[in-house]
Each structure stands twice: as structure tokens, then as C-alpha cells.
């Protein structure tokens, strides 16, 4: 049974206050209304509430003032502010004490109706997340990995139980989605945290690179090879090796790397000596390996060897409810390292950021923020800066037919971009106008455009 959610909406216009009670109600919300700043502030003492919609001007305590208060009392409160009148200031002011997002009036209820989802499932979120916490418990060291998606909850879940175990483990996932992030987590929640933690990317070397990089050479076992060396696996004892883009092994090392999984030894490139190693092996690959193996390009033995437990990290697209957090996580880093004050997003920025499909995932949203930081004027990142930094990944972003020009305009790539979103949504407008960061007002006018231009 679905809990009904509690919203207070704070307005001193008797009839937009009505209005709001009666649409948030048709909703399934449970409505309650006060006529000023300073009774809000009293009926949060009392009571809890799952979110505020509360005009920004008012006789007594307006309010900027009462958010102010309120956060006090209950951090946790999600407020959306509405006024009527729309400033880049006004926002920015009602966003730095704390409020989730702010609305023009006259309002725009897809807008509204949206805006209220979003915040209402990101503040249950965070309470799933506190809760997570309490059940990894205090020891459990999440490695910068931020997110509180159900997506990532579970994931995490995960990672604590496999961190302490010897158990081999394979991590799949996109490129950019985190993988290496994983395997640190795992690595630092492990018995062998105080041990070396080693990484290799096998895709960055040839063949006789990787394997004296992975087993080591003595000294003459090649040209150049002027003194002995360890390897990765020896450089890793006690601790553990991080095969990245394991599925770029050629199919020699493969039989190579598998020997040593099962017999727990090495010997140097040009060497006899057997050498025990003890080394937790966590690998990661973007690619299927079971397609891989089908292509006979992997080894179906080695892949059981690797695949004891398996981790698989979703992309961004899959976890939207952490684009926001992490955004803000790298604008407050980025600002800080570019020597800037940039204390947030506008909402129009963050709908552009929302609508986004980010396939280079967290890596390209965390390029995107540092380009926007060092490009921006002002203490926020509006819309247009958003846009400029996107309109060469959106362009790309768009499909194009094998027979289709190139050479498209922008006004024809963003006509592309709406069609193409409203026909993925079977038709339904307010929710293409989500996706692309619009309001459904503006998606209709550019349809009647379109059809006049026909």
C-alpha cells in the first residue's frame, strides 16, 4: 500500500492556496495550508512534513525568511519556492539556504507536478541511504562512491559483503561508470587494506609489455631489459591486483594469467624460478565477456576463474537520481581547485543536466562540470552555460541514419531531438518535455511550428 505523502503549501493569495489544495489533493497528496511565513514555521514544529510549496512574498514572514527557520528545525524538509517574480537572484538566494528548487507563477502544473515527484523521491532516497549506512555499519568505507539510487544502495550492499572475503571478483559496466571506484572499495574494505593495492590497465599494453609488467623479467630476458624486475603480482603480495579492461588480454596471456590464478605462482619473463604469490585479483571490463566468449575471443576457463563474484555498475542513465548529487560534488570540487565561488545550479540548468543521457556517463558529466566552472561568470551555472558546454555531446547524441546529411543546422538537430523524444514517449508530451528539459508549453509551440512549416 503506497503511504500518502504530506505537503504543506504556505501562500497568503486565499485563492491560489485553494487552488493548489484542491489539484495537489486530485494528486493523491495530503494538503495542508498556511496563510503566512511564520505559521508555517509553527505547524513544522509540530508536525512532518514531506514537502513545502511556499510563495516567496508574504505580509509577516516571507518567504526566504521562513525557509531559513525551517531548515533549522527540519533539515530534511525538501521546499520548493514559487514566485512571481522571476529573477536569477531570487533563485540563487532561495537555493544557497537550502531550497530544492523554486517555481514561477503563474505555474506550470506538468512543471509543478514533476518538480514535486522528483523531490519528494530524492528526500526517500536519502532517508534509504541513511539507512543502508546503519546496515554496512560505521567501518564500511565507501571510497568517494556517491549516490543514492536504489541502483547504487544495492551495489554497495554488495560490495560490503564481498569486501572482506578472498573471493575473486569481476566488475562489469560501461566505460566511465566507476569501476575502478569499485575496485578500490573493495580493496579498502578488505582484510588487505594496510597491503599494496596495485592497478593495470591491460588494454594500454602490447603483449610483451603486459606480461612482463604483470609477472616481471630478469635481467637480458630482452632487449633493454638491463636489470631484473618485479612484477605486478609480486609488487601486489599480500594485497591486491587490479586487472582493468581484462577482455583486451590476447588469448597467450589469457592462458598466461589463468595459470596463475590456479596455481598461485609466477615466473619472471625469461626466468625459471616459480615464485608463490598471494594476491586478491579484482578485474573489470566493458565489454560482455560471455558475448566475448561466443566471439571466441575470450577463454571460457579463465572467465570462471575471474567471475566468482560478479559486480555489475549501472550506467548514469540508470541511476538519474544521482546525476543532481554528483554534480554538486564536482562543482564544489572543481570550484575550489579553479580558485571560483560557484555556489550552485539554476533549476533551468539542472532540467538540462536531468535531460541528458550522459553515455559517457560519470566521466563525461565530471568533464562537464570542470569545462562549465572555469567557463562561468557568475556564482551559479544557468541554462546557457549548461547548453554550451552540451551542444557538441547532444548533437552527437542524436541518431542518424546511414543515408542522413550530416551537415543538419542546429535548428534542424534540435526539431530531430524533439521528434525523436516525443515518438521514444509513445506520444505523451509532458514527459518529453522532461526528458529534453523543457516545459510543456514550449514543446507545444514548437510542434505548432513545425506543423505550420509543413
Known sequence: MKVEQSILVVDDDLAHRTMLKKLLGGWGYKVSDADDGSVAIEMVKQKSFDLILMDIRMLNVSGIEALEQIKTINPEIPVIIMTAYASVETAVSALKKGAYDYLTKPLDFDELKITIERATEHNRLKKENEYLKSRLGEQFDRQNLIGQSKEMAKLLETVAQVAPTEATVLIAGESGTGKEMIANAIHYNSLRKSAPFIKI??????????????????????????????????????????????????????????????????????????????????????????????????????????????????????????????????????????????????????????????????????????????????????????????????????????????????????????????????????????????????????????????
Open 201 to 454: 590497465n591491460c588494454a594500454a599494453l602490447t603483449e610483451t609489455l603486459l606480461e612482463s609488467e604483470l609477472f616481471g623479467h630478469e635481467k637480458g630476458a630482452f632487449t633493454g631489459a638491463e636489470r631484473r624486475r618485479e612484477g605486478k603480482f609480486i609488487q601486489a603480495q599480500g594485497g591486491s591486483l587490479f586487472l582493468d579492461e581484462v577482455s583486451e588480454m590476447s588469448k597467450a596471456m589469457q592462458v598466461k594469467l589463468l595459470r596463475v590464478l590456479q596455481e598461485r605462482e609466477v615466473t619472471r619473463v625469461g626466468g625459471s624460478d616459480l615464485i608463490k604469490v598471494d594476491v586478491r585479483v579484482i578485474a573489470a571490463s566493458n565489454k560482455d565477456l560471455k558475448e566475448e566468449i561466443q566471439k571466441g575471443n575470450f577463454r571460457e576457463d579463465l572467465f570462471y576463474r575471474l567471475n566468482v563474484v560478479s559486480l555489475n555498475v549501472p550506467p548514469l542513465r540508470q541511476r538519474k537520481e544521482d546525476i543532481p548529487i554528483l554534480a554538486q560534488h564536482f562543482l564544489k570540487h572543481f570550484s575550489k581547485r579553479n580558485n571560483k565561488n560557484i555556489q550552485g545550479y539554476t533549476p533551468r540548468a539542472m532540467q538540462k543536466i536531468m535531460a541528458y543521457s550522459w553515455p559517457g556517463n560519470i566521466r563525461e558529466l565530471m568533464n562537464a562540470v570542470e569545462r562549465a566552472v572555469v567557463l562561468a561568470r557568475n556564482d551559479s551555472l544557468d541554462a546557457a552555460e549548461i547548453a554550451l558546454i552540451m551542444e557538441d555531446s547532444i548533437v552527437a547524441d542524436v541518431p542518424q541514419a546511414d543515408n542522413q546529411p550530416q551537415n543538419l543546422s542546429l535548428e534542424d538537430v534540435e526539431r530531430k531531438s524533439i521528434l525523436d523524444a516525443l515518438s521514444t514517449c509513445g506520444g505523451n508530451k509532458s514527459e518529453a518535455a522532461r526528458r529534453l528539459g523543457i516545459t510543456r508549453k514550449t514543446l507545444r509551440a514548437k510542434l505548432q511550428k513545425y506543423q505550420a512549416e509543413e
